[in-house]
T-cell receptor
Framework: GESVGLHLPTLSVQEGDNSIINCAYSNSASDYFIWYKQESGKGPQFIIDIRSNMDKRQGQRVTVLLNKTVKHLSLQIAATQPGDSAVYFC???????????FGKGTMLLVSP | DVKVTQSSRYLVKRTGEKVFLECVQDMDHENMFWYRQDPGLGLRLIYF???????EKGDIPEGYSVSREKKERFSLILESASTNQTSMYLC???????????FGPGTRLTVL
């Protein structure tokens, strides 16, 4: 497969552990945030989103937390599985704009 | 489910050739985007379109042009391909400015 990025921060976990991937954003005017998962050689896949009027949102095995005070976003994956191994990106949209600003990504490696 | 398709998964072209990358979405989305993704640089926006026949420059438009003659189709054109345009090209679409972008599988372009 192809690497989507060199020198990415890497999080290594064991199967069954919970994973937390963090993302800092810089613009307090950002009002919509998205987490994407990208497997090697594939396009980014939407996981979960959250708007700035929320602090927490849950999906299936995933939870996104938003801390606007410190401009921090996190993605929590419960009971991590080998199929969760991928690069995870956060992205933000500034209020009034249509374009996303992407973080560089974090590589999650899950060992069986 | 949203489906974004790209005309080729892999493409090899020679320097100076004109290259067309096609993207089609089937969800009647207003906005469409072209990105390139390079190791260490993340996703960078080349061009986007918020309506038929409309286009806006992204962060790195030099060497590229786009065409949106129909709502569902957004084409990226490399007028004269160069080796520094070797990259993974990703197309995305979104319903509106404040909605999630959905990505295609990507086209890995190699320019020799």
């Amino acid at each position: 497969g192809e690497s989507v990025g060199l020198h990415l921060p890497t999080l290594s976990v064991q199967e069954g552990d919970n994973s937390i991937i963090n993302c800092a954003y810089s613009n307090s005017a950002s009002d919509y945030f998205i987490w994407y998962k990208q497997e090697s050689g594939k396009g980014p896949q939407f996981i979960i989103d959250i708007r700035s009027n929320m602090d927490k949102r849950q999906g299936q095995r995933v939870t996104v937390l938003l801390n606007k005070t410190v401009k921090h976003l996190s993605l929590q994956i419960a009971a991590t599985q080998p199929g969760d191994s991928a690069v995870y990106f956060c992205a933000e949209i500034l209020s009034g704009y249509s374009t996303l600003t992407f973080g560089k990504g974090t590589m999650l490696l899950v060992s069986p | 489910d949203v489906k974004v398709t790209q005309s080729s998964r892999y493409l090899v072209k020679r320097t100076g050739e004109k290259v067309f990358l096609e993207c089609v979405q089937d969800m009647d989305h207003e906005n469409m985007f072209w990105y390139r993704q390079d190791p260490g640089l993340g996703l960078r926006l080349i061009y986007f379109s918020y309506d038929v026949k409309m286009k806006e420059k992204g962060d790195i438009p030099e060497g590229y042009s786009v065409s949106r003659e129909k709502k569902e189709r957004f084409s990226l054109i490399l007028e004269s391909a160069s080796t520094n345009q070797t990259s993974m090209y990703l197309c995305a679409s979104s319903l509106s400015n404040t909605d999630t972008q959905y990505f295609g599988p990507g086209t890995r372009l190699t320019v020799l």
